[in-house]
């Protein structure tokens, strides 16, 4: 008798547990990604998947509007092509004859790219969107740039490189969706 009654006690709470659950998990709704997956969409095939995993990385992200996404995303950019010029001025401290001339190459490379993040931001502030393409696409060139200075032989910056066609094909998406 004893035992029949704790039975009962368990399944009770076993239910009661499982329907809370229930609830619980129903109230979870899944972030807000809309404006993310548009500007996304756009840079398929080759950086639908970097754009998703470095929009989404910034708590802005979810439920942003396209001006927001535009804030995280130039800003992103720019975080990481200055991490970018550290790392190149960390390299350039310790090489010599062609290597340090490429790297040269790409100190240029990484400031222009840096200036043109910038005037992107602040085109942003004062809400004027017409050369945002511009700047977004360029950064493209400076990568391409940067890349092509250590043709034949290999680059410390491929990956960095990688990135910031990344972020510019990031940005010409972004840029279209202010035009508009
Ligand atoms: C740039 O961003 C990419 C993608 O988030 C990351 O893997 C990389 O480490 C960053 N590079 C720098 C120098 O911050
Ligand atoms: C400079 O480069 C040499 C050869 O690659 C390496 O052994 C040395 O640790 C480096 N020094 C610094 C300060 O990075």
């Known amino acids: 008798m004893a035992t029949s009654h704790a039975l009962l006690l368990f399944c009770n709470l076993a239910f ?16 807000d990604y809309a404006e993310v997956d548009h500007v996304c969409s756009r840079t398929a095939p ?35 092509a200055s ?27 990484y400031a222009t790219a840096l200036a043109n993040i910038q005037e992107a931001l602040n085109d942003l502030d004062s809400k004027t969107y017409g050369r945002l393409t511009y700047f977004s696409a360029s950064l493209l060139d400076r990568a391409k740039d940067c890349e092509s200075a250590f043709k034949g032989t290999k680059s410390p910056l491929t990956d960095n490189n990688e990135d910031l066609k990344g972020f510019s094909v990031i940005g010409v998406s972004i840029a279209e969706e202010l035009i508009v």
């Open 46 to 80: 080759y950086y639908d998947k970097f754009c998703k995993d470095v929009l989404e990385s910034d708590p802005r992200a979810p439920g942003a509007d396209a001006l927001t996404l535009a804030y995280v995303a130039f800003g992103l950019a720019h975080r990481n």
């Open 83 to 109: 991490g970018t010029r550290d790392q190149i001025t960390s390299l350039l401290s310790n090489s010599t004859g062609l290597v340090r001339q490429h790297l040269e190459r790409c100190r240029g490379d």
């Open 16 to 31: 009661g547990l499982l329907a809370l659950s229930v609830v619980v998990e129903s109230s979870v709704v899944p972030p």
